[in-house]
């Protein structure tokens, strides 16, 4: 009999003990994860990482294109416009080197065509002069200044220097004739004391005779 009552009691209990180890053991199934998941939460993770690092490399090597497309760019750029400034000052050297080739030379017909281009009047008294002051075109003067008229500067006394002879036939109008207010030529030429040689005005007389 009392046996009896003892199993009855063992078959009561039974099976809430083991729906309360069952429910505890899924209840703790979901709230521990697995080994399996805590393997799924790391890679997951890692990728959700990698992917990050990913972004971040892909962006970056976007930003280094994008300064190194710029820097050629701005190479590009740099160089047309030193090509440009190149072009433009062969260019200039180009019409320098035209402009000197098409200047006259210096010969007795040429200079006499520059003083009437000029506009000088009395132009054999100008030519006689500038062959006496040169010595027919020999002097220092002449060759390593292109100064024909024996032109000095008043504040340091020394000759003018042109780049060519035909500057110094202008140079001639511009502080010489300018003065000229008529009369006899040669005796203003006397008057205003043009060279230091008192027989000057005699010696321009004799070259005279040759033109």
């Known amino acids: ?79 047309d416009r030193k090509a440009s400034l190149k072009t433009e000052l062969q260019k200039k050297t180009d019409d320098i080197t035209k402009s000197e080739i098409h200047l006259p030379e210096l010969t007795i017909p040429n200079l006499y065509k520059e003083i009437i281009r000029n506009g000088i009047l009395y132009p054999k008294i100008v030519l006689a002069q500038a062959i006496l002051e040169t010595g027919w075109f020999r002097s220092s003067v002449c060759r390593n200044k292109h100064n024909l008229f024996g032109l000095t500067n008043p ?4 000759y003018y220097e042109f780049n060519h002879w035909t500057e110094s036939v202008q140079a001639y109008y511009t502080k010489v004739q300018y003065k000229y207010k008529g009369g006899n030529y040669l005796l203003w030429l006397d008057e205003i004391g043009y060279a230091e040689d008192p027989r000057y005005i005699i010696c321009l007389c004799n070259v005279l005779k040759y033109l």
């Open 1 to 79: 009999m009392r046996n009896t009552i003892l199993i009855l009691l063992l078959l009561m209990f039974l099976p809430v003990s083991v729906s309360a180890q069952f429910y505890t053991i899924t209840r703790d199934s979901e709230l521990m994860p697995t080994e399996r998941q805590k393997e799924a939460y790391k890679s997951a993770g890692k990728d959700v990482t990698e992917g990050k690092k990913n972004k971040m490399m892909v962006k970056d090597t976007l930003t280094v294109g994008s300064d190194n497309q710029k820097k050629l760019d701005d190479n590009s750029r740099n160089s």
């Open 155 to 158: 504040r340091t006394g020394k």
